[in-house]
């Protein structure tokens, strides 16, 4: 098959995400620093901020009913389709979730007949149908790439094609934009020269359940609760504050998600009224990049989302992390500190705050190179964008 140079990528949510946008920047990135002869395309509803986000030479399209026929017409021309990266395939969220991409790839294989699965998040598929649909996702695939280990056994249960590990492309991602991390995190309210200083990158808490209907949806029908997040935040106030207590440690809020069903900056907010007074702050910032490098200049991050974790794993910073999905589990184990990671639910329900605190406290004192683990995982990331681009297959 001859290389590659019209490219459609389907991802995850590269509008609300700062960690979905950060997977499709390093694609984007990446495979044009390769050929910068390609056509990309990619799906947004701000143009303008993708163009800048991922190079003025991508070609933007419409998600969602008013830019179908222009997405298949793009289809039908692409060489080839990237599926992710990202959690795509799991049905935490939403029993609709596996079976939309089912349709929607195997409408895509009717218009191109090469599509690859790069580096997919992938689990938990706890619902039958969810399984049943799952393998008609990777039947879609000429060749299928998770991101981890967990993703990894739970795609190999349902398909009989190979599965090879990819890691997250969020990897790749510098922290550049024009501002130094010492300069975000003063503006954010950090006392200068103060160590050390934790960040912690929250996600709102709510048990999985089979329901139908995906999370962002429902908010059109109704607000979010929070009343299942009041316990996890004063459970992690108890921690955190133990922290700032016994190591005078300063605490920087850090949402990633700006969807008001994700409810990242309310987490903040909650924490931040729960800690002790003048202990804590919130940066914001719109740009993955800016939020990579200030987490390049923390003492540890407590990781509630992933991709914040990738983002400080990568620039060197000590993490720990709260799991809500065994993604979680999967990328510590490809960092080697599969210790360093509690379950979020048996954290609730167990009121692990000791276990919490003590795990910081070692991530403080951590001298592991993580730079040098992450870097040899960009690097495998690298080699197959160069095979993807260069070689025939």
């Known amino acids: 098959m001859s290389r590659p140079k019209n490219i459609l990528i389907l991802g995850g949510d590269t509008d609300g995400n700062l960690g979905d946008r950060a997977i499709l920047a390093s694609m984007c990135h990446d495979l044009l620093d390769i050929n910068p002869d390609t056509t990309i395309n990619i799906l947004s509803n701000d143009p303008e901020r993708a163009r800048n986000d991922y190079g003025e030479s991508i070609q933007v399209l419409r998600p969602g009913i008013s830019g179908f026929i222009r997405l298949c017409r793009t289809a039908a021309a692409s060489d080839l389709i990237l599926c992710g990266g990202g959690g795509l395939i799991q049905d935490d969220d939403s029993l609709i979730k596996v079976p939309y991409w089912a349709l929607r790839l195997l409408l895509m294989r009717l218009l191109c007949p090469r599509i690859i699965g790069y580096a997919l998040g992938v689990g938990p598929l706890n619902a039958r149908i969810s399984r049943l649909f799952a393998s008609l ?119 990633s998600y700006s969807l008001a069903h994700e409810g990242d900056e309310q987490l903040c907010r909650m924490l931040i009224e729960a800690l002790p007074a003048g202990s804590s702050s919130m940066l914001r910032t719109d740009s993955p990049g800016e939020y990579r490098a200030a987490c390049g200049e923390l003492d540890a991050l407590l990781g509630g989302r992933m991709h914040p974790t990738i983002f400080a794993a990568a620039a060197g910073t000590p993490v720990v992390g709260l799991a809500y999905n065994p993604k979680f589990m999967g990328l510590f184990e490809l960092l080697g500190k599969s210790e360093a990671v509690l379950d979020v639910a048996t954290f609730v329900r167990e009121q692990q705050t000791r276990q919490l605190t003590d795990m910081i406290v070692a991530a403080l004192a951590d001298t592991t190179d993580l730079q040098a683990r992450t870097g040899e995982l960009a690097a495998r990331i690298k080699c197959f964008n160069r095979q993807l681009m260069q070689e025939a297959s």
């Open 137 to 255: 996702v990777f039947a879609c695939m000429s060749q299928v790439t998770v991101r981890d280990p967990a993703a990894q056994a739970v795609a190999r249960a349902v398909t009989r094609k190979p599965v090879d590990i990819l890691p997250d492309p969020a990897l790749l991602l510098p922290g550049t934009d024009g501002k130094r991390g010492p300069d975000l995190l003063q503006a954010a309210g950090v006392p200068v020269g103060h160590r050390p200083v934790i960040g912690v990158a929250p996600r709102r808490w709510y048990p999985p359940q089979p329901r139908l209907i995906p999370q962002r949806i429902m908010i059109r029908l109704r607000k979010p609760s929070f009343e299942q997040s009041a316990r996890l935040v004063e459970l992690l106030a108890r921690s955190l504050g133990d922290l700032v207590r016994s190591h005078d440690a300063f605490i920087v809020c850090m949402p």
